[in-house]
């Protein structure tokens, strides 16, 4: 099936219910959890139902944060120089939104 990659950053205590709300549209998209400690997701789309995610997607950033990325191209893990033990990389994880 031929589907359009895009991927977001949740706060990773929210993935659930982003799943959830997605699956709830049974054939909208497709949602695989790329890194659970970052709260990366990756949606797969079909590409006829691209302005329906896309009202979606608005529709979920009024309730909390969704932010849009790049595919992710860094390991999860580095090895530090000099060191030879994997640390995990920590970067910037959204906070939910207060309603409004």
């Given at each position: 099936?031929?589907?359009?990659?895009?991927?977001?950053?949740?706060?990773?205590?929210?993935?659930?219910?982003?799943?959830?709300?997605?699956?709830?549209?049974?054939?909208?998209?497709?949602?695989?959890?790329?890194?659970?400690?970052?709260?990366?997701?990756?949606?797969?789309?079909?590409?006829?139902?691209?302005?329906?995610?896309?009202?979606?997607?608005?529709s979920l950033q009024?309730?909390?944060?969704?932010?849009?990325?790049?595919?992710?191209?860094?390991?999860?893990?580095?090895?530090?120089?000099?060191?030879?033990?994997?640390?995990?990389?920590?970067?910037?994880?959204?906070?939910?939104?207060?309603?409004?």
């Amino acid at each position: 099936m031929n589907t359009v990659q895009r991927y977001f950053r949740v706060n990773p205590q929210e993935m659930a219910y982003v799943k959830f709300i997605v699956d709830a549209y049974e054939g909208l998209a497709v949602l695989r959890t790329v890194d659970p400690e970052e709260g990366i997701v990756e949606w797969m789309i079909p590409p006829d139902l691209m302005e329906e995610v896309e009202e979606l997607i608005d529709s979920l950033q009024g309730e909390i944060a969704i932010v849009p990325m790049s595919p992710p191209r860094e390991p999860r893990f580095m090895i530090l120089p000099g060191k030879g033990k994997p640390s995990k990389r920590k970067d910037f994880i959204p906070e939910r939104r207060d309603s409004v």
